[in-house]
């Protein structure tokens, strides 16, 4: 007997299978976790001596023709620190997105397709005094009480909420226009929170009951 071929699609998990249900996010474990940490990622890979200059460079190095002469490579150097703050002065793909995009989704997929060093750099410079503005940090409030309320990749946004709180939490207790927002904010989270820690427990008590059940 003969069997047909028939081609199968392959099977992709939606993201969210309802709205009512809290869904974790299906990025890796280390992509978040990194995002939390990285200051200690960083300070473990800092290097334990700094770099030391050697003691006489080779005759064949240019130098610039300075009452103080400087090496070619130290000038290059400058030229691009230099350049690197005057790019960071100007707005930056991720305060265009935050400020200028309506749909909480959309910008909640662009932040999962940053880097963890970016994102890091981001969160922090969101304050006036960072480089920032007060709409800025106003607007990604918002935009986390939306994706709260969305009950979607809720490792991930704890993450967001971890660092943003940790780079602005001075700026955010001393700015009164923003607390009503911030008391919201804690509400849902509070609630969603609360209703996770109940569905674990649940799981707890079922899978000790199967395991201990004499049948």
Not at 23 to 50: E, Q, Y
Not at 104 to 125: A, M
Not at 185 to 197: G, I, P, R, T, V
Request: proline share 4%.
């Amino acid at each position: 007997m003969e069997v047909e071929d028939s081609s199968l699609e392959e099977w992709k998990s939606t993201d969210q299978i309802n709205e009512s249900m809290i869904t974790l996010s299906s990025a890796p474990k280390a992509r978040w976790t990194a995002l939390c940490k990285l200051d200690v990622i960083k300070k473990r890979n800092k290097p334990k001596a700094p770099p030391t200059a050697p003691k006489a460079a080779p005759f064949f190095l240019a130098t610039t023709k300075e009452l103080i002469p400087k090496f070619v490579l130290e000038e290059k150097e400058e030229e691009e620190t230099e350049k690197m703050k005057s790019v960071r002065s100007e707005e930056s793909e991720f305060q265009r997105v935050v400020m200028r995009t309506e749909d909480v989704v959309e910008i909640l997929k662009f932040l999962d397709s940053q880097s963890p060093s970016i994102l890091d750099l981001e969160l922090q410079s969101l304050a006036p005094l960072d480089g920032g503005s007060h709409e800025l940090v106003a607007r990604f409030v918002d935009i986390l009480i939306a994706a709260v309320k969305l009950r979607g990749n809720y490792d991930v946004l704890q993450a967001y909420i971890n660092v943003f709180l940790k780079y602005n939490r001075q700026y955010l207790i001393d700015t009164s226009s923003l607390h009503d927002n911030l008391a919201e904010l804690k509400a849902l989270h509070s609630d969603s929170w609360l209703e996770m820690q109940q569905k674990i427990q649940e799981c707890l008590c079922v899978t000790n009951f199967l395991k201990s059940a004499t049948l």
